[in-house]
């Protein structure tokens, strides 16, 4: 399968890396863009196959990315910028997604003719993020809007802190956030927190899922330890345009070891979730094909 890689400027200039899965089966009709969550990055476990997936077998345009201030670089193996992190904040994250959603529906990407659909699909807290740039993006009516937005496994609350860490983070200016994965001390920075008080609105999840008008399916692990199912679903059954989907078996990161072995077989959780993003997708009519002028 052909994957070609693709950058353009993020937040503060910072450099969004992506790569780009063209479809194999028909010319695409939508383009998907996929948002990796916190320390994770565009190689992450299952989100490659995901991508692969998609682009296999759907007239879907499939990108995945690293966010601007995610802190990794050309090499996934280590934090290039931890830096880039601690500065890190839902606004950057919101933002690099609209560029990304731009440059997409402008036909600036590989593989992706102007004018698509874009269909958001966010992980863990990139979920959450694909929410806040896509309500900003109903709110505000800008000119380029996703018609589909699917989250995975993502927290419906942009700040699970304690009061204790939130104390902490706002005298100290930093809070450390280790990466078991490089073994890097990291550093979540004051301003994460400090955006949020400033500008509530801009951060309140369920009134920015209220804001989008366009179809939204939440997609959940009943075995996720990270993102209760119970609870998610809970919130997300308010809004009448969010359908939850809840997958038994299914943990955080879909039964997939990072990093995963191209060549194995997907894990049954993963399957039936590529199954639900199939379905949703063409229940929600995205990816008919446009109607002659």
Known sequence: MIVEPWTIDGSGGEPIRGDAHPPTRAPARAAALIVHGFKGYKDYGFIPLLARELAGDSPLAVHRFNLSHAGVGADPSTFERPDLFERDTWRTQADDIRTVMTAAYEGRLPHTPPGLPIV????????TACILCAGRAFRDDEPVKPSMVVTVSAP???????????ALLLDRGWIDSPSSRTGQQLRVGRDWLQQQIDHPDDHD????????GCPMVAVLGQEDDVVPADDAVQLVSRHE??????????????????????AAPLSEQLRTLLDAVRMHLALSGVLAPASAS
């Open 156 to 166: 419906e609350a942009a700040d699970t802190m304690s009061d204790d860490q939130r």
């Open 241 to 262: 345009n969010v359908i939850p989907v809840v997958i038994e078996g299914a943990d955080h990161v879909w039964n997939t070891p990072n990093p995963a072995d191209p």
């Open 205 to 212: 999840v369920q009134a920015m899922r209220a804001r989008i």
């Open 120 to 127: 958001l699909i966010g992980h863990s807290r990139g979920g």
